[in-house]
């Protein structure tokens, strides 16, 4: 794939994530899968996911066992719904600490920026994969009126996409 197009589509995997501020986070510890919900704090411009998590969390546990994660996203509203696998990586770096801070965070970090818990969780994508039907919601929405009055299965329209990085 030319870097263009990795840019073009790092973009526009960017562009449907920006207003869906939770993501679930799935790590497995070897027998059980865990999702639990996190707030995204940015998807840079390498495509890379940074979340802020504390040291003492189950999840790093699990990363350290196996750092392949998946992280999803959903807006059914807008029916967009997107899914990562990448490959978990825990860092402190104090600088995009700082950058990334919200207030927000607070409620978890309560001593903010400067917690000695808090840490930075970072995905770099292997795998994603996006369902969009945000432009056809009208479209879908009169073929399930329609199937619902005929009793035939509905047409839904989506805009489906998938690359693999390496």
Do not use: C
Request: no cysteine; aromatic share 8%.
């Amino acid at each position: 794939m030319k870097t263009k197009s990795l840019k073009n589509w790092i973009e526009d995997l960017k562009h449907r994530i920006s207003t869906i501020h939770t993501a679930m986070l799935t790590t497995s510890n070897g027998e059980t899968m865990h999702s639990r919900p996190m707030l995204t704090m940015e998807m840079d411009e390498n495509g890379e996911l940074w979340f802020f998590t504390s040291v003492h969390s189950v999840k790093i546990d699990d990363i350290k066992k196996g750092a392949i994660v998946n992280v999803s996203f959903a807006d059914p509203d807008e029916q967009i719904f997107v899914s990562i696998t990448g490959i978990a990586r825990i860092t402190y770096d104090k600088d995009r600490i700082y950058k990334l801070w919200k207030p927000i965070l607070k409620t978890w970090f309560e001593k903010g920026e400067e917690d000695s818990s808090l840490i930075l969780l970072n995905i770099r994508i292997n795998h994603a994969e996006y369902w969009d039907a945000s432009e056809y919601k009208m479209r879908n929405m009169i073929n399930i009126l329609g199937s619902i009055i005929t009793g035939d299965s509905a047409q839904i329209t989506s805009e489906h996409k998938s690359i693999v990085l390496n």
